[in-house]
């Protein structure tokens, strides 16, 4: 079993940064990847970026060039870098954790962007 607790969200102007953190419990054996999805009100979850063990990042095309996925094993750690923030990036956003083959989700972090 893994939990995951997520934090960082917050309301952000246009143009704006974030910074979301997820950290898991327990060890990091047997973590196959590491990513951040989000659902905005009225939309399917969608995929925003992901890091497997070992491999090299995968972004969604609306996010490329403004958000940076990185992991700190020591910790357990994944994160979120957003700048440029857009009104379009409100959602909620939800850690994933693959472990085992197996997923795990965090609670969600509110993410909104307002002037």
């Known amino acids: 079993q893994v939990q995951l607790v997520e934090s960082g969200g917050g309301l952000v102007q246009p143009g704006g940064s974030l910074r979301l953190s997820c950290a898991a419990s327990?060890?990091?054996?047997?973590?196959?990847?590491m990513g951040w999805y989000r659902q905005a009100p009225g939309k399917q979850r969608e995929l925003v970026a992901t890091?497997?063990?070992?491999?090299?990042?995968n972004y969604a095309d609306s996010v490329k060039g403004r958000f940076t996925i990185s992991r700190d094993n020591a910790k357990n750690t994944v994160y979120l870098q957003m700048n440029s923030l857009k009104p379009e990036d409100t959602a909620v956003y939800y850690c994933?954790?693959?472990?085992?083959?197996?997923?795990?989700w965090g609670q969600g972090t509110q993410v909104t962007v307002s002037s």
């Open positions: 994933r954790v693959t472990r085992f083959l197996l997923d795990y």
């Open positions: 327990g060890s990091n054996v047997g973590i196959n990847a």
């Open positions: 890091i497997p063990t070992g491999g090299s990042a």
